[in-house]
Structure formats: C-alpha cells, structure tokens
C-alpha cells in the first residue's frame, strides 16, 4: 500500500505533530509505504523564502527520509505532468501535481487536509 502526503501533512509529520489524528491516518502511517511528490519539495522551499516555514525544504527532505523513513517519489515528471492534465478543478500548480502524483502511481491515497483535494480526489484521508 502506498500513501502520500501533501505539503502541509509533511511539515506536521517532520514537527510529530501528524500523529493520532484518525485511526485511519495511523494505519497509513504504520502500513503504507510513504512517499511526497516533488512538487511537495518545491512547495515546501517555497514556504521557507516566504517564511512561513522554519526550515529549509532539503532539512525537512532529510529528516523524513532519516528518521521516518518517507521517500521522495520517482515517478517520470511526464507521467504526472500527464495526470495533471485531467486535474481541472483547481488552478494552483502545486495541489495539481501532488493530486495527479498519487493519482498517477496506482490511484495511491493522500493525506492531506486540504478541503479541495479531499472533495475531488476520494483517497484523500485527514
């Protein structure tokens, strides 16, 4: 099984603040391979230049890889730049590509909060 996170649930697991928000957020957390769409990366250093983020994009990438084991995903660029082309209920880039990266990888599940996401995208968890 395989799960994303989106930006902000990424910023919340490296803080340890993502824990015991559902059951079913838990289990994705224990049992599923965990992975973040580089648009999150880029979202995340996008975050920091604008200082609403502490650190630095790499320093989070490093700490979730390291210690929780969260890995960047591989997909081909073109294979989600693809899927995104279907993802027509919002204008925001980054929410685009993070919806069509788990789309993409075998209509994997999102953990996200994010109300848009949750409402177009039904493997959306929170």
């Given at each position: 099984m395989i799960a994303y996170l989106d930006t902000n649930a990424l910023l919340w697991l490296s803080?340890?603040?993502?824990?015991?928000?559902?059951?079913r957020i838990d289990r994705l957390l224990e049992e599923a391979n965990l992975l973040f769409s580089p648009m999150v990366l880029l979202e995340l250093e996008f975050l920091y230049e604008i200082q609403r983020s502490k650190r630095p994009a790499r320093d989070i990438q490093r700490k979730v890889e390291q210690e929780l084991s969260v890995r960047l995903c591989d997909l081909p660029y073109s294979?989600?730049?693809?899927?995104?082309?279907?993802?027509?209920?919002?204008?925001?880039?980054?929410?685009?590509l993070i919806v069509a990266n788990a789309k993409a990888n075998g209509f994997a599940w999102l953990i996200s909060a994010d109300e848009k996401m949750r409402k177009h995208y039904p493997r959306t968890v929170w």
């Open positions: 803080d340890g603040s993502l824990v015991g928000l559902s059951p294979t989600v730049a693809s899927a995104a082309l279907e993802e027509k209920w919002t204008r925001d880039p980054f929410d685009r």
